[in-house]
């Protein structure tokens, strides 16, 4: 199974991305995508996840500006990032729970990053 994140960029600040994190491979199941961030000199932070029956969970510091989603016939996550601020910048990370089979069991697998640059 791999998981590969894109849509990062360089944006100024109020602007938008979206980052999209698609999963392939052999998969029985997805329950909780994240994503997570780390920027330079910091430890990684959550930053929003949603459980297979769609609840969604935000750091306060995105809370009204970032949403998930997720296309679960695309094995795809979904975050949409609106009136970016400069404190936004860092490599945002995607990760899911999934399942390879009936009898494999429960594992989490991470995207490789992708950069978010927002300029002041």
């Known amino acids: 199974v791999q998981l590969q994140a894109s849509g990062g960029g360089l944006v100024q600040a109020g602007g938008s991305l979206r980052l999209s994190c698609a999963a392939s491979g052999t998969i029985f199941s997805i329950g909780n995508m994240g994503w997570y961030r780390q920027a330079p000199g910091k430890q990684r932070e959550v930053v929003a996840t949603i459980t297979s029956g769609g609840i969604t969970n935000y750091a306060d510091s995105v809370k009204g500006r970032f949403t998930i989603s997720r296309d679960n016939a695309k094995n795809t996550a979904y975050l949409q990032m609106n009136s970016l601020k400069p404190d936004d910048t860092a490599v945002y990370y995607c990760?899911?729970?999934?399942?390879?089979?009936?009898?494999?069991?429960?594992?989490?697998?991470w995207g490789q990053g992708t950069q978010v640059t927002v300029s002041s």
């Open positions: 990760y899911m729970n999934l399942a390879r089979g009936r009898n494999f069991g429960w594992h989490d697998y």
